[in-house]
């Protein structure tokens, strides 16, 4: 769904707010919930958003105005066709993205990511069984792969640096850093 369950939002925030990012790129915003809970913490933060589904796009107002900040630049494609440098960023967030791709893809996009300099990477997953098909007439809303969050761990501390994690009754969250 393009909404974020609440579970490890006020973690993500604290370490968002330590971190202080001046780049990001949110991958499948959905209705932006990212953007909405961290632009308020850090102003003048350059926001790139990669959404797979382009009526999300209108629906949820992604594009900034002179009156609302959410995304700063909206790309309407498939992340594992965007461009490297999307990723070249202070901070890229899959927040309940990489259970709709199928488990090698997503391992790919991260070991991508990291490979195109990103400094921090955010991600957050359902690590309880969570069945779902397409969701407002969006296929990419279907979950393709279950995680669970020994797996998550086992893929982020793959990719070097340091992992903090928060594992909810719902979803699991976890923050990578390149340091």
């Given at each position: 769904?393009?909404?974020?369950?609440v579970?490890?939002?006020?973690?993500?925030?604290?370490?968002?707010?330590?971190?202080?990012?001046?780049?990001?790129?949110?991958?499948?915003?959905?209705?932006?919930?990212?953007?909405?809970?961290?632009?308020?913490v850090h102003?003048g933060?350059?926001?790139?958003?990669?959404?797979?589904?382009?009526?999300y796009?209108?629906r949820?107002?992604?594009?900034?105005t002179?009156?609302?900040?959410?995304?700063?630049?909206?790309?309407?494609?498939?992340?594992?066709?965007?461009?490297?440098h999307?990723?070249?960023?202070d901070?890229?967030?899959?927040?309940?993205?990489?259970?709709?791709?199928?488990r090698?893809?997503?391992?790919a996009?991260?070991?991508?990511i990291v490979?195109?300099?990103?400094?921090n990477?955010l991600?957050s997953v359902?690590i309880?069984d969570?069945?779902q098909?397409?969701?407002?007439?969006?296929p990419?809303?279907?979950h393709?792969?279950?995680?669970?969050?020994d797996?998550?761990?086992q893929v982020?501390?793959?990719?070097?640096?340091r992992?903090d994690?928060?594992?909810?009754?719902t979803?699991?969250v976890?923050?990578?850093?390149?340091?």
């Open positions: 769904m393009p909404t974020s369950d579970e490890g939002k006020d973690w993500s925030l604290e370490r968002f707010r330590y971190h202080l990012p001046n780049t990001v790129c949110d991958v499948g915003p959905g209705e932006g919930t990212y953007a909405k809970l961290f632009r308020p102003e933060v350059w926001w790139t958003g990669i959404e797979v589904h382009r009526p796009v209108a949820f107002k992604l594009r900034s002179k009156t609302r900040k959410m995304y700063d630049e909206i790309h309407i494609e498939d992340v594992r066709e965007s461009e490297d999307l990723f070249h960023r901070l890229v967030i899959l927040g309940d993205v990489a259970e709709h791709l199928p090698e893809d997503a391992v996009l991260l070991e991508r490979a195109a300099g990103a400094w990477i991600v359902p309880v969570s069945p098909g397409e969701v407002d007439d969006n990419h809303e279907a393709l792969h279950q995680w669970d969050a797996d998550m761990d982020l501390n793959g990719l070097g640096g992992v994690s928060l594992r909810g009754d979803l699991g976890w923050w990578w850093t390149r340091t």
